[in-house]
């Protein structure tokens, strides 16, 4: 994006971010339980530090999500308590947020309405309480500034062929730190590539232009569906959390 001006502050993409990611029994946020789940603070892109948690869901583990993330009942049942585990992340999710760092997410609201349905699942405080009511922010959702800049392009939205098109190595996919890092690094390269659109915003405004690009796509998306195999479609249209 050029030299920096004397004075100026670097561009977010250049300071820290903390990769979230969650690999689950489900693809239901309301209904589906954590099964691992990860925290990748990282510096230009870096990790420098990884927290995981390997939870016991409660429930059996279907086949279709085994197949996904390779965590069969067996290991889940090795894992931590759900109710404690998911406080623990809860904590560490909200500290971060709370002392202005970056949350980075594929496809934000799944990971954030899962955790906060866990969270009421077991009694705990959900994710709006903790941050006292206000939206959460700083949120980065690589999957919708993705779509957002490279609209027309074809073919998957998935985060492997993304990470293809921005040049991201993902070591393991469907790998709780390896997905979390990934889209850090998935949101660093978007960051340099489309400086007017996305690197040189602020996180205030890069947080209320993900807001509006996510409710024109669901908008969008919702009127497709009508128009076509299910006419009473209901696309949820907020971000970052359901």
């Known amino acids: 994006m050029g030299e920096l001006e004397a004075g100026a502050a670097p561009p977010w993409w250049q300071g820290p971010l903390v990769g979230f990611d969650l690999e689950t029994t489900g693809t239901d946020p309301a209904q589906s339980r954590i099964?691992?789940?990860?925290l990748v603070e990282a510096a230009g892109g870096e990790p420098v530090r990884t927290r995981c948690w390997l939870l016991d869901p409660g429930v059996p583990i279907p086949e279709q999500a085994r197949a996904i993330h390779g965590i069969s009942d067996e290991q889940a049942r090795r894992g931590r308590p759900a109710a404690e585990a998911v406080e623990e992340i809860a904590v560490a999710l909200c500290e971060l947020l709370g002392r202005g760092t970056p949350v980075v997410a594929f496809n934000a609201p799944f990971d954030l309405s899962l955790l906060d349905a866990e969270l009421r699942r077991?009694?705990?405080?959900?994710?709006?309480?903790?941050?006292?009511?206000?939206l959460v922010a700083p949120v980065l959702d690589a999957l919708v500034i993705d779509r957002a800049v490279d609209r027309f392009r074809k073919g998957s939205r998935g985060l492997q062929r993304v990470c293809e098109v921005y040049g991201v190595e993902l070591s393991q996919a469907h790998d709780a730190a390896s997905d979390a890092l990934a889209a850090v690094q998935v949101a660093v390269a978007l960051g340099r590539r489309y400086p007017e659109q996305v690197g040189r915003l602020t996180l205030a405004e890069l947080h209320r232009q993900q807001v509006h690009w996510y409710r024109e796509w669901a908008e969008g998306l919702q009127s497709w569906l009508r128009a076509g195999k299910d006419p009473q479609a209901v696309v949820d249209a907020r971000w970052p959390m359901h």
């Open 35 to 38: 099964v691992t789940a990860a």
């Open 122 to 134: 077991h009694g705990r405080a959900p994710l709006a309480d903790r941050l006292a009511g206000e």
